[in-house]
C-alpha cells in the first residue's frame, strides 16, 4: 500500500529593496529562508542578475522601468510547485504576474510596486483589471495606505484617487487587506521614515487578495529590516495534503481560513509535529493524526451556525461602506470602522 503525506507550507516574503545593487547585501536578502521572493525598486545591471540567479537557485523574474525607474523582481523556489508560469511582464516596471500551482492550489501572484504619484496610481491600479481572478494575490509596495489606522499620528491621511480605484476593485473583484481581516483593530507599520526628527510610519504595502486565496493564508507579518525603510511582509500559507492509495484527501478550504479552525489545528499539529520526533512507526502516527484531525474539524464545523456567517456577513458590509468614507473624507472618525473590526474577530 503506498502512502504519503507532506504538511505543506509555502512563506512569501516581499520587501522593497530600495535599489540596493551591493552584493553583499543582495545575498541576504535572497538567503532569507522562503519560497517566493518579490522584491520591489530592483534596478540590477545584468551581471549582478547572474549572480543573483546562481545564489537562489530557482526561477527569477523581472520588470525593469525605463531609465532604472521602478523595478519588481520575482523569485520562486525550485521544486516546490506543481506548476510556475510567467503571465505578463509591465514594460513600465510596476507589476509582474507569475501563476503557480502547487497541491491542488492555484495563485495568481500579482508583484506590485505602485508609483508615488496618485493620478499614475490610479491608472496602474485600473490596468490590473483585466488580469484580476478568483485566484489573485497582490503583493508589494502600493504607496498608499489602506485607512486612517495604517498611520501613525504623526501622519496626515490624505484623498487619494489611486486609494479610490484601488477600493474600487478590490470591492469588484472581492479583494480583501489580509493583514487587516487578521489583525482586528491593530495597529503596525510597513515604512518608517525619518523626516526632520520625526518618525513617520505607515503601512503602504500590502498582501490583498482573493476569497480563494485568502482561504489558504495562515498570517501576515511585517518584519522590521535593517537597511531600507520598509519591512518584510511575510505571507504563510499552509495546507495539509494526504495521499493514500490513488485517493487524495484535502482538507475543506472554506474552513481552513477561519481563524479559530486555524488555532485548533496548528496546536493540533504542533503537539503532533513533537510526537514525531519519537515515533517508530509513521503509519501508526499518521493515522493517529488523521482521526484527530477529522474529529476535530467535524466538532468545529458542528459549532458553527449559519447566525454567525450571517452576522459576519453583515460586518463586512459595513467595512467595506466605512472604509471607503473614511478615503473620503479626513475629517471621519474611525469609530465605527474600528468597532466593526473588533466584532469582526468574534
Ligand atoms: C543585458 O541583458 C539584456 C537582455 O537580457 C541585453 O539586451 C543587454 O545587451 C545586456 N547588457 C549587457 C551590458 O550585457
Ligand atoms: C502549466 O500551466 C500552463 C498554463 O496554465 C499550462 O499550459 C502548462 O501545460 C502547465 N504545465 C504543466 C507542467 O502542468
Ligand atoms: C466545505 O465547506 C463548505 C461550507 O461549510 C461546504 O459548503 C462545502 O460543501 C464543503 N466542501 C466539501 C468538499 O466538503
Redesign the pocket.
Same mark, same amino acid.
Given at each position: 500500500m503506498s502512502l504519503c503525506f507532506c504538511l505543506l507550507m509555502v512563506r512569501l516574503l516581499s520587501l522593497n529593496i530600495r535599489g540596493v545593487c551591493v552584493m553583499e547585501r543582495i545575498k541576504g536578502v535572497l538567503g532569507e529562508r522562503c519560497d517566493i521572493l518579490c522584491l520591489q525598486e530592483v534596478h540590477w545591471e545584468n551581471e549582478t542578475r547572474v549572480q543573483a540567479e546562481k545564489l537562489w537557485g530557482g526561477s527569477a523574474f523581472y520588470a525593469e522601468g525605463p531609465r532604472r525607474t521602478a523595478g519588481v523582481a520575482v523569485f520562486v523556489r525550485g521544486g516546490v510547485f506543481d506548476n510556475v508560469t510567467l503571465r505578463e511582464v509591465d514594460p513600465a516596471g510596476r507589476f509582474l504576474m507569475v501563476d503557480l500551482e502547487w497541491a491542488g492550489k492555484q495563485l495568481r501572484l500579482i508583484s506590485i510596486y505602485a508609483s508615488n504619484d496618485q493620478v499614475e496610481r490610479q491608472s496602474f491600479f485600473h490596468s490590473l483589471r483585466p488580469f484580476l481572478n478568483d485566484f489573485s494575490l497582490l503583493v508589494g509596495d502600493f504607496n498608499t495606505v489602506l485607512s486612517p489606522a495604517d498611520l501613525s499620528v504623526r501622519n496626515v491621511f490624505r484623498n487619494d484617487v489611486g486609494r479610490k480605484e484601488l477600493f474600487s476593485i478590490m470591492s469588484d473583484y472581492g479583494i480583501i487587506d489580509v493583514w487587516r481581516v487578521l489583525n482586528h483593530g491593530k495597529r503596525d507599520f510597513s515604512k518608517r521614515q525619518l523626516v526632520k526628527g520625526v518618525l513617520k510610519q505607515s503601512r503602504t504595502d500590502h498582501v490583498i487578495s482573493a476569497c480563494s486565496v485568502t482561504r489558504l493564508i495562515n498570517g501576515v507579518t511585517y518584519i522590521p529590516h535593517a537597511w531600507s525603510d520598509h519591512a518584510w511582509v511575510e505571507v504563510v500559507f499552509d495546507g495539509v495534503k494526504v495521499r493514500n492509495g490513488g485517493g487524495m484527501w484535502i482538507l !475543506? !478550504?472554506?474552513?481552513l481560513g477561519e481563524i479559530g479552525y486555524q488555532k485548533r489545528i496548528k496546536s493540533l499539529l504542533s503537539y503532533h509535529r513533537e510526537q514525531m520526533d519519537d515515533a517508530v512507526d509513521i503509519f501508526v502516527w499518521w493515522e493517529d493524526l488523521k482521526t484527530k484531525i477529522k474529529s476535530s474539524t467535524i466538532t468545529y464545523?458542528k459549532k458553527r451556525t449559519w447566525d454567525t456567517r450571517e452576522d459576519e456577513r453583515d460586518v463586512r458590509a459595513v467595512l467595506k461602506r466605512e472604509a471607503s468614507l473614511l478615503a473620503e473624507d479626513p475629517n471621519r472618525d474611525a469609530m465605527i470602522y474600528s468597532a466593526a473590526l473588533s466584532f469582526e474577530a468574534i
Open positions: !475543506n !478550504n472554506s474552513v464545523c
